[in-house]
């Protein structure tokens, strides 16, 4: 446990465990006879006591005896004696079960079963707490049950606060109650309970106080867990916040439509090509929210009611909360209003409903606007669009012109973050406290080498970065980013173990190096250039190839791509993609993809035509884990036309081609590149091919 070897067992110990283990089976089917035969007399309720005493982690043990204290109640007179005498004999033998192993769920769980009751006495509570937490003050289970009881007894947390000062100058090392003790500060601050406000006077005494734990004993990650909780109360945000859209306040969005001929060119960055006869509505927020709806976001149009909008999360998972959420406005009917330029407008934060997993609503007005004019496609692009192959190759990329005054989203750069009305949330204060939590870790790291110090410093920069940038949006400089990147290098020789977690974080300031201004962005936007196509077919695509990434980010300054190269990475995982609503050609060829439901964010993404997975290690390895998260041939969330039998060979290995289907199902891609992965061979690619009648090209091969 804990990295502790094992030790081989000794004779008498494997004889001891084997008649340990029989006594445990006797006892175990004497005790499913009694619960399949609702037999609840004393003689059976001794014999589950037996069982739990002598191994606490039996469920079905502690149910029946629960199903049994219920038999009991209703059989009994209503005597308070009776009553209390029965909730008393659980109290013991949960109490003497805890004695032989005092992390046990079940147990801890019978103990607050019992008490929610209401016929037994907290009293005794507190003295047993603290006997279990002089055995293991790291106990979470006896943690969690002390906030159970506090809140029963009705103890303040001003109370519950001084008990975890008590026990962290006893020992700074004790985990919980640092834990315990930004659990007790989180209510207290949000009810800005007297004494406890305001919150920036509350975090400096905290600052004061964990600094004795730093210094103390720099390598205990105990205090540093601490501080990190206490970076995130210093510069998150009260309330969620709109931090980004698509379309951008202030933008000229051109919405070309097949059907009519037109020669001008359009803008390969604030042009969109609908299909469908709609475009996305894209709002991006800095935490989950959930209630986005017509009745929380306004949007004014003359061509879209706003009652008919339906708003969705762009989350993988059920959940009803996402940080990026998409509705979808008409297109007006250009053979009416040909080159039209409609105003659009887009209000929230006025009323409540929009509210963050934590509770806390957005309660601040945001407002952006812009302007969608219609733009006829001439039938001969179109034409080309449906038939031309992709290709990835450099010298099919041209540099894009830095000089170009043309309106894009790099042009209203400064607006990608939606301004409000209301005051920043970084003051001065937050900015200060940085500094000088910067300072006191640059001191401590000088004096000794610590993995955790360098990862704390790592942090605080780049949430000093993050703040000045906030405070003085027109700047966007990541001053600290170097720094911070050969922080993370150090850390990865340092602590190889954790490599991966410091590589993901790497990854992530270095795609806010790239966000970060306007001309670092250029340096990555070239133009695509396919050989039969004109300027009107030219594209802008987003080129984030050999960084070495193994993690998306900031996804909210890149709503408006819609090609992006993502080849030559390190990438296991596409979480983030789904936000970009308006990708329609994706490079992830030479990744580390290991199966198809690492690309399910892939499925929220309508628009999507070409795909190049190729060179990953898709059906490499023989367990994955990920896999689970998508819906199995005997899930009942699969639908009824669901004719999977129609697609898949008779001989092949159907958890794979399952996972294909799943993904890829409803697609309408037109290129599909799959080949260098374990799993790809003909009979595999030719299954795609009937799984998605849309595609023209397959492995660079076309298709009749």
């Known amino acids: 446990m804990h990295g502790r070897p094992r030790k081989a067992p000794k004779p008498e110990d494997t004889a001891a465990s084997a008649a340990k283990a029989e006594k445990l089976r006797a006892l175990q089917s004497q ?29 079905t043990a502690w149910n029946y005896r629960k199903l049994a204290v219920e038999h009991n109640l209703s059989h009994s007179e209503s005597d308070p004696d009776t009553v209390k005498s029965i909730f008393s004999e659980e109290l013991r033998v949960v109490e003497n079960s805890l004695k032989q192993n005092f992390k046990s769920y079940g147990a801890w769980h019978h103990r607050k079963w019992v008490l929610s009751k209401g016929h037994s006495s907290v009293d005794h509570e507190l003295q047993l707490l603290d006997r279990f937490q002089r055995a293991d003050s790291r106990n979470f289970h ?35 109650a640092w834990h315990n003790r930004s659990v007790l500060l989180s209510h207290l601050l949000q009810n800005k309970v007297k004494g406890f406000f305001p919150k920036e006077k509350v975090l400096v005494e905290e600052y004061e106080f964990v600094h004795q734990a730093l210094f103390t004993d720099p390598d205990d990650q105990s205090g540093w867990f601490y501080h990190l909780w206490l970076l995130d109360q210093t510069v998150k945000p009260e309330t969620p916040l709109l931090v980004s859209t698509w379309p951008v306040h202030g933008s000229d969005i051109i919405v070309s439509a097949e059907g009519c001929l037109d020669g001008r060119a359009l803008s390969p960055f604030t042009s969109f090509h609908s299909d469908a006869g709609t475009f996305p509505l894209i709002l991006y927020f800095n935490e989950a929210v959930e209630g986005v709806n017509s009745s929380t976001v306004t949007v004014k149009s003359v061509f879209t009611e706003n009652k008919d909008l339906v708003w969705k999360p762009l989350a993988t998972s059920k959940s009803c909360a996402a940080q990026a959420w998409v509705t979808h406005l008409n297109v007006p009917d250009v053979k009416l209003h040909p080159s039209t330029a409609y ?58 012109d830095a000089h170009v005054q043309e309106s894009s989203p790099i042009a209203y750069f400064d607006r990608l973050s939606i301004k409000k009305d209301h005051e920043p949330a970084a003051s001065k204060w937050h900015a200060k406290t940085l500094v000088n939590e910067i300072a006191l870790v640059r001191q401590l790291l000088s004096e000794i080498d610590c993995k955790i110090g360098k990862l704390t410093l790592a942090r605080l920069l780049m949430a000093h970065d993050a703040m000045v940038s906030y405070m003085a949006p027109h700047s966007h400089k990541k001053v600290h980013s170097e720094e911070v990147l050969q922080l993370y290098s150090d850390l990865m020789e340092l602590d190889p173990m954790h490599s991966q977690y410091y590589k993901e974080a790497q990854s992530l300031v270095l795609l806010q190096q790239v966000t970060s201004n306007r001309e670092s962005l250029l ?40 090609m992006l190269d993502l080849s030559h990475n390190e990438l296991r995982s596409i979480d983030g993609l789904e936000a970009m609503q ?27 035509k070409v795909l190049d997975i190729s060179y990953n290690e898709i059906g490499a390895h023989p367990v994955d884990t990920r896999r689970y998260l998508c819906s199995s041939p005997l899930s009942h969330t699969v639908g009824s036309d669901w004719n999977f039998n129609e697609f898949v060979p008779d001989d092949a290995k159907v958890t794979n081609y399952w ?11 037109t290129q599909l590149d799959i080949v260098g992965n374990a799993i790809t061979d003909e009979k595999f690619k030719s299954f795609l091919i009937k799984v998605l009648p849309t595609l023209k090209w397959v492995d660079g091969e076309e298709l009749h």
């Open 31 to 59: 005790l499913l006879h009694n619960h399949h035969n609702q037999i609840y007399t004393k003689e059976a309720l001794e014999i589950s006591a037996k069982l739990l005493e002598a191994n606490p982690e039996s469920y």
């Open 142 to 176: 006896a943690w969690n049950y002390r906030r159970f009881i506090a809140a029963l007894k009705g103890i303040p947390d001003e109370e519950e606060l001084k008990y975890t000062t008590k026990l962290i100058d006893t020992n700074f090392s004790n985990y919980s």
């Open 343 to 400: 105003p659009i407008e887009v209000n929230l934060g006025d009323s409540q409903g929009i509210i963050s997993l934590s509770g806390s609503h957005c309660s601040h007005p945001s407002r952006f606007a812009f302007t969608v004019c219609v733009q006829p496609l001439s039938s001969k692009h179109a034409e080309r669009q449906s038939v031309e192959m992709i290709l990835w190759r450099d010298v099919n990329f041209h540099f894009y």
């Open 523 to 562: 340096k990555h936007c070239c133009h695509h250039r396919v050989s039969t196509s004109s300027s009107v077919g030219n594209s802008v695509c987003l080129r984030l190839n050999n960084l070495s990434l193994s993690r998306i980010g900031c996804v909210e300054q890149l709503l408006w791509v819609q």
């Open 582 to 608: 308006l990708l329609s050609f994706l490079n992830l060829s030479h990744n580390k993809l290991s199966s198809f439901t690492a690309l399910e964010p892939l499925r929220l993404l309508k628009l999507l």
């Open 659 to 669: 996972e294909a289907f799943a993904i890829f199902r409803g697609f309408n891609l």
